[in-house]
């Protein structure tokens, strides 16, 4: 038996609020709706489809990659250049880059290798940092396979397994003990929890596998947008430390590391991504922290937003799609928190507000809806996302509306 993953319902919060007032909220449109293969919720998230092993289809690439990523995250961190680039140049981990890179059309191991070869500290945090983002983006295509077509659905998320645990998982642990904000965090275990669920909910055999559209896409969500909040807290970490020190190091790791979320910016704060590459490319002494916050949350709140009512509006409660984009709200919506405690003072109650995402998702995946509880929770998350959009500046509240420079 499994853990159940991050969000877990706090029903009776949801009597207990009173309803609030109507938002001003654009209605966000419908988006990532997968064709449903099972009708009606058939488990808890606990029964396992398969015999397999999670993990146990990884590519021999990526496995045998993984050594080499540890140490270079190691010696990088140490200032290390020569352990750094005896752990990537001409090894398994080089070989595994460049197959990525042709994949995805990116030239990661060209930047990699040249800044093992400048061998600075910020240089070699730099290497460490895009090996990260690196990695990310495969791990989100890997997930995305197995939704959207992958014969053998199991080696495709066993991969996104392998480059989670390669290299990602301490970055998660890493922001569950960031400084910057005292909201309880548990981002790596959210995340081990939602692949080991969603790897759980894959059957059959290649090249015929299927999956639990319950259970593997809300636990890919649960997986990706985890890792954007895993993200998020690192970057802000690091641009504080920047500025306390000056520290160029903590500056350009965070740099680099922006690259994980930045396409999130892209048409919600499009302006933000070179305002944000501008102030960590800058003195870091001039560094503001809140400043970066601001401009990834004005992107993540809108995307919050859009998943507030969009199983309603689009008359999708009750299956499959509707429920993976409530999890998907409930998920982005953890990246708020901090900035909402911050921003928002006492009339916020973080606790409230996580415990209705977690509520209406459930609601959502029932259907049931005799007494109208949907609509009211959903009006309640509309207005404290909303709330927080004011705060953060923005005109008119909207789920998918960009910003103007």
């Not at 990260?132 to 659905?153: C, F, I, M, N, P």
Request: aromatic share 6%.
């Amino acid at each position: 038996m499994r853990p159940t993953p991050l969000l877990l319902p706090l029903l009776g919060l949801l009597l207990a609020c009173g309803d609030a007032g109507s938002g001003d909220a654009a209605t966000g449109d419908a988006s990532t709706t997968a064709a449903s293969t099972t009708d009606e919720p058939t488990t808890t998230g606990e029964v396992d489809l398969n015999e397999r092993e999670l993990g146990a289809s990884a590519s021999p690439a990526c496995v045998a990659a993984k050594t080499h990523a540890a140490t270079l995250a190691a010696a990088a961190a140490t200032g290390d250049a020569a352990a750094a680039s005896a752990a990537y140049t001409g090894t398994a981990l080089q070989t595994y880059v460049q197959q990525l890179d042709a994949l995805a059309t990116r030239s990661d191991d060209a930047d990699i290798s040249a800044w093992l070869t400048d061998g600075g500290a910020p240089a070699l945090a730099a290497a460490a940092a895009r090996l990260q983002v690196a990695y990310a983006v495969h791990l989100r295509a890997s997930l995305a396979a197995v939704e959207t077509g992958a014969e053998d659905k199991y080696a495709a998320w066993d991969e996104a397994h392998c480059l989670w645990q390669a290299a990602l998982r301490p970055l998660a642990v890493e922001a569950d003990a960031v400084g910057w904000h005292s909201f309880s965090e548990t981002i790596a275990a959210d995340i081990d929890a939602a692949l080991a669920d969603g790897h759980d909910a894959i059957s059959g055999e290649p090249p015929s596998t299927t999956i639990d559209d319950w259970r593997v896409p809300p636990n890919k969500q649960r997986a990706e947008k985890s890792l954007f909040r895993a993200a998020q807290r690192v970057i802000v970490e690091l641009a504080g430390a920047a500025k306390a020190g000056p520290d160029p190091v903590a500056a350009r790791r965070a740099l680099e590391l922006f690259g994980l979320v930045e396409d999130r910016l892209d048409g919600r704060n499009t302006p933000g991504i070179q305002q944000i590459k501008d102030i960590l490319a800058g003195d870091p002494a001039m560094i503001d922290p809140n400043t970066v916050l601001a401009e990834l949350d004005i992107a993540f709140a809108k995307r919050t937003r859009n998943y507030a009512d969009q199983a309603i509006t689009g008359d999708e409660v009750g299956v499959p799609a509707g429920y993976k984009g409530a999890i998907e709200g409930s998920t982005y919506a953890l990246l708020l928190v901090p900035g909402m405690i911050s921003t928002l003072g006492a009339e916020f109650i973080p606790e409230a507000y996580v415990g209705e995402w977690g509520g209406y998702a459930e609601l959502v995946r029932s259907g049931d809806d005799g007494m109208g509880t949907l609509g009211k929770v959903s009006q309640r998350l509309i207005d404290q996302t909303c709330a927080y959009q004011t705060a953060l500046g923005i005109a008119a509240c909207t789920g998918d509306a960009d910003e103007s420079k």
